[in-house]
């Protein structure tokens, strides 16, 4: 996962909290995506970022807020927890259609 | 919504062996990638065919592209226990993938020792 850092890589937050997941890339690819694993439905895309100041909804956007100030970072931020938001959460880099995705170690989101 | 659906969702070999999965996908796309997970870890990517291609192979690795029947198949030979993992799909569609991969929910492959 060289080149691609989220943080942290563990959390525990309480419903209603704000919460943000950090993400930062040293490919200077020009896109980022932020996914979200879980049983039963796989990885689904959650917001993406063609450049700095450019993001777009995914899938599953509701809930979350992103932002991409510098091209190297792209985090992800969660105004108020919910429990359904319990999840891991995983961020992406790459300049399709060249190639593959380059994933993080991913960040294990718990909401009590 | 998922575009890919891998067959099958589990899978246990013996080491040696040969591993065989499949990914059916929906819409029209620009290229297929493969990639693997290990328990607890990101994804890596392992390989990307394009939509005019219809073999491609690295190391130990073989992916076949039938865009007629939208499915792709990856088969692993000589297995080894390290290659105990889940395996997904993903694809991107026909423009360009700006929008990102759509994953299969994957096959978890486990290889006996």
């Known amino acids: 996962d060289a080149g691609i850092t989220q943080s942290p890589r563990y959390k525990i937050t309480e419903t209603g909290r704000q919460v943000t997941l950090m993400c930062h890339q040293t490919?200077?690819?020009?896109?980022m995506f932020w996914y979200r694993q879980d049983l039963g439905h796989g990885l689904r895309l959650i917001y993406y970022?063609?450049?700095?100041?450019?993001?777009d909804k995914g899938e599953v956007p509701d809930g979350y807020v992103v932002s991409r100030s510098k091209t190297e970072n792209f985090p992800l931020t969660l105004e108020s927890a919910t429990r359904s938001q319990t999840s891991v959460y995983f961020c992406?880099?790459?300049?399709?259609?060249?190639?593959?995705?380059?994933f993080g170690s991913g960040t294990r989101l718990t909401v009590v | 919504s998922q575009q890919g659906e891998e067959d099958p969702q589990a899978l246990s070999i013996q080491e040696g062996e040969n591993a065989t999965m499949n990914c059916s996908y929906k819409?029209?796309?620009?290229?297929l990638q493969w990639y693997r997970q290990n328990s607890g870890r990101g994804l890596v990517h392992l390989i990307l065919?394009?939509?005019?291609?219809r073999e491609k192979h690295s190391g130990r690795l073989r992916v076949t592209l039938d865009t007629s029947k939208k499915s792709s198949s990856l088969l692993i030979t000589a297995s080894r226990a390290a290659d105990t993992a889940s395996y997904f799909c993903?694809?991107?569609?026909?423009?360009?993938?700006?929008?990102?991969?759509?994953f299969g929910k994957g096959t978890h492959l486990i290889i006996q020792p």
């Open positions: 490919w200077s690819h020009s896109y």
């Open positions: 993903a694809t991107v569609k026909t423009g360009g993938g700006a929008d990102g991969l759509t």
């Open positions: 065919i394009r939509s005019n291609e």
């Open positions: 970022s063609a450049a700095a100041d450019i993001t």
């Open positions: 819409t029209s796309i620009n290229n």
């Open positions: 992406a880099s790459g300049d399709p259609p060249r190639g593959g995705y380059t």
